[in-house]
């Protein structure tokens, strides 16, 4: 089974996505709480502001603190990861390949031919989910494709193997 998916089309960056790494990525979601627990939109200019201020106070209470080492760096929870389900945001993906001017929509490709469209700004709220129970998905996999609001989190759109952008 191919892991692979690319977004191509009226984009200024063909990207190629492999969905067995996004385990390790930090954007990743727990969707077995994700849509139960309403995320808190933060302004990023306000989180930059705040985040700039704590380093600047601590750094005149304590003095430089010196990089990561493997004590200190975040870990991963081993367990949660091999019994979790997870997905992550499409629309870092979206922003990165750069959609061109004049494109509109961008259609999601299935193994067995099936197109399932949206325009781009829908299309930026969805999620993949690449992982259900600890296990890479692959029955229908790589990714199955979910609503931002979880709608169709029981019956997802299955077996994704690409993104055109159109």
Known sequence: MESIIQIKGKV???ITLDSTVWIFDDRKLNLETYFIEKPVEVDPDEEYIEKAGKFWSREIMEGATFPPTLKTERK???KDMMTGTF???IEPFI???????????????THDGSQYR???EDA???IFQ????????????PVYLLLGDGSNYENPIKGIVGMQVE
């Open 12 to 14: 200024n960056f063909q």
């Open 76 to 78: 991963f929870d081993r």
């Open 87 to 89: 997905g992550i945001k």
């Open 95 to 109: 922003l990165n390949a750069e959609p061109k001017e004049d494109a509109k929509t961008v259609v999601f490709e």
């Open 118 to 120: 949206f325009s781009i």
């Open 124 to 126: 930026k709220k969805l």
């Open 130 to 141: 690449f992982s259900k129970d600890g296990k890479m998905l692959k029955e229908n996999g």
